[in-house]
C-alpha cells in the first residue's frame, strides 16, 4: 500500500535538506544578532558612530564648535519620533492600506529605535557637557543657562530609566506594568521641547527650527490619538496626554522655579 504522506515528506527533505530532527535544521544566528539582540548590526552601527563621535570630539583643541552639540540632539530626535509615530500611526490606521506596510516595518523596530534615541541623546549631554566647560566659567554657566539644561537633564534621567528597563529582564520582573513604565516616554516630549527651545535661545540668541517642528508635530499627533481614541470610548485614551501634561508640569517646574 502507497504511503499517501510520501510525496509530502520528499518535498519536505528536498527543501530543507538533511534533516536531523523533527524540527528541521536549526538555522544559525549572525554574530551581530548574538551580541546585540535582534536588528544586532544596526545597533552595532550606530553605537559604533556615537563613540567615534565621541572620541573625535573630546580630541578638538580648544572650545569645540556648537554643531557637535546639536548633531547628536537631532540625530536623537528623529530616533525619538519613530519611537512614538509609526506604531500609533499604525494602530489608528492613519494613512490606510498605503502606509499599513512601512508603518509596520517601522513598528517592529520601535525598541530597537528607542535604544539608538537614548544612545544619541546620551552623546549629546557629554558633549554639550564638554562645550559649556570649555566655552563658559561655571559661575556664567549657574547664572545664565543652568535652568534651560534642567529639563534636558531630567529628560535624559527618565531615558537612562527606560534604557536599563528595555530588556527581557525588566519586562518578566515588571509585567503588565511594563508597557506602563514604557509609556513615559511621552512623558519626555514637554521635557525636550522646552529645553531645546530655552537651549537654543540661551546659547544662540535664536529659536529652534527643526526640533520644534518634529516635537510639535508628536504633541498634535497626540491630540489627534487622544481624539480619536474618545470616539470609541477607548480606555486607554488619556494615558499619553496624562503623562504630556505631568511631562509639562514637570519642564515648566524645573525651568522657571528656583529650586535652591
Excluded at 528597563?165 to 519626555?188: H, I
Aim: glycine share 8%; proline share 6%; hydrophobic share 55%.
Amino acid at each position: 500500500m502507497l504511503d499517501e504522506n510520501a510525496p509530502k515528506r520528499g518535498r519536505r527533505r528536498a527543501r530543507g535538506g538533511d534533516v536531523h530532527s523533527a524540527g528541521g535544521p536549526k538555522t544559525r544566528k549572525p554574530l551581530s544578532q548574538l551580541i546585540a539582540g535582534d536588528n544586532g548590526g544596526f545597533k552595532i552601527a550606530n553605537l559604533a558612530v556615537v563613540l567615534f563621535s565621541w572620541w573625535a570630539v573630546f580630541q578638538i583643541p580648544g572650545p569645540p564648535p556648537i554643531w557637535t552639540v546639536w548633531v547628536p540632539a537631532y540625530v536623537g530626535l528623529v530616533y525619538f519620533s519613530l519611537v512614538l509615530l509609526p506604531f500609533n500611526m499604525l494602530r489608528l490606521k492613519i494613512g490606510g492600506d498605503a502606509w499599513a506596510k512601512p508603518l509596520a516595518r517601522l513598528a517592529r523596530w520601535r525598541r530597537t529605535f528607542g535604544l539608538m534615541a537614548a544612545a544619541w541623546f546620551f552623546l549629546h549631554f557629554s558633549t554639550a557637557v564638554n562645550y559649556m566647560r570649555e566655552t563658559y566659567s561655571v559661575a556664567l554657566l549657574r547664572e545664565r543657562y543652568e535652568a534651560a539644561t534642567n529639563p534636558g537633564m531630567a529628560a535624559l534621567l527618565v531615558f537612562f530609566l527606560l534604557f536599563i528597563t528595555s530588556y527581557g529582564w525588566a519586562r518578566r520582573l515588571l509585567g503588565q506594568n511594563w508597557k506602563r513604565l514604557q509609556s513615559l516616554v511621552w512623558y519626555c516630549v514637554p521635557l525636550i521641547l522646552v529645553h531645546s527651545v530655552g537651549a537654543k535661545w540661551a546659547f544662540e540668541g535664536s529659536l529652534t527650527h527643526v526640533s520644534l517642528v518634529m516635537l510639535v508635530l508628536i504633541l498634535t499627533f497626540a491630540a489627534i490619538e487622544m481624539l480619536l481614541l474618545t470616539r470609541v470610548r477607548h480606555p486607554d485614551r488619556w494615558r499619553h496626554p496624562a503623562m504630556i501634561v505631568a511631562g509639562l508640569i514637570a519642564a515648566i517646574t524645573v525651568r522657571f522655579v528656583p529650586l535652591s
